[in-house]
């Protein structure tokens, strides 16, 4: 992409920092819902979001400079958030199950307990 | 040459806005529901439809190269990893919610054969119309 044409250059340059800074408000926004959320799953949702935002601005970004190995972090980002918001739900399903179990064990105990008194 | 130079940035432009446009549907969605499983679904348009839209109108604008090739990989490979990641935090919002009633329609059919329905309790005194 080399353009020779001077108002082409700048018609790219505006449009590209346009939509950088729309989607930089709109990271702000799902930064808020991420803060807001009131479940665990909302949370994750929004981290979900704020990474595809973010792919979008390093894609802009490494067509804008022309500079092709940004689009290499584009792909490991990717990857890399994908595997985060796997691990994310795996992990909060463990802790739930391990906060049952326990919250079963104290139930058992103090039932165990008032037969003991008794 | 120049006019095809012009169409390759009011293409790529366009389908770009088509995305950020995408993107401001999938924010206005996640702030307006009330639950997760519904700002889920206002959520993953974006993650496949509006990076998919961005990162088209970028191929467009960086023409024939290697890095279109590598922009083309990162859009499969999102068409790939959403659903899946979506139907992930589906389950575990279904696995960890204790008080389900409180927050979907929900159907069981019981040994006789007999149809019992569960509706939000805060929507139980409207007249039939559920979500």
């Known amino acids: 992409m080399e353009n020779r044409i001077p108002v082409l250059e700048q018609a790219y340059e505006v449009v590209f920092v346009t939509a950088l800074v729309i989607l930089a408000i709109f990271l702000m926004l799902s930064l808020i819902r991420a803060i807001i959320g009131p479940r665990v799953a909302d949370r994750i949702v929004a981290i979900n979001m704020m990474g595809t935002q973010t792919l979008a601005i390093i894609a802009i970004l490494a067509v804008m400079k022309h500079e092709g190995y940004l689009v290499d972090i584009c792909l490991i980002y990717a990857m890399t958030s994908f595997l985060a918001v796997i691990v994310l739900s795996k992990v909060y399903m463990g802790v739930y199950r391990q906060r049952k179990e326990e919250r079963a064990g104290q139930e058992k105990q103090k039932e165990e307990c008032g037969y003991g008194n008794h | ?131």
């Open chain 2, 1 to 131: 040459m120049e006019i095809i130079e012009w169409l390759q940035f009011l293409l790529g432009s366009a389908l770009l806005v088509l995305g950020l446009l995408i993107f401001l549907i999938q924010m206005v969605g996640v702030f307006r529901f009330k639950y997760v499983l519904n700002r889920m679904h206002a959520a993953a348009m974006g993650d496949t439809l509006g990076i998919g839209c961005c990162l088209l109108g970028l191929i467009v604008m960086s023409g024939f190269s290697f890095t279109s090739l590598k922009l083309l990989l990162v859009i499969i490979f999102l068409w790939f990893s959403s659903p899946v990641s979506s139907h992930l935090i589906a389950r575990l919002e279904v696995t960890i919610d204790e008080e389900k009633e409180q927050h979907y329609k929900q159907q069981e059919i019981t040994a006789d054969g007999a149809v019992v329905t569960r509706v939000p309790r805060a929507r139980e005194d409207e007249d039939g119309t559920v979500f």
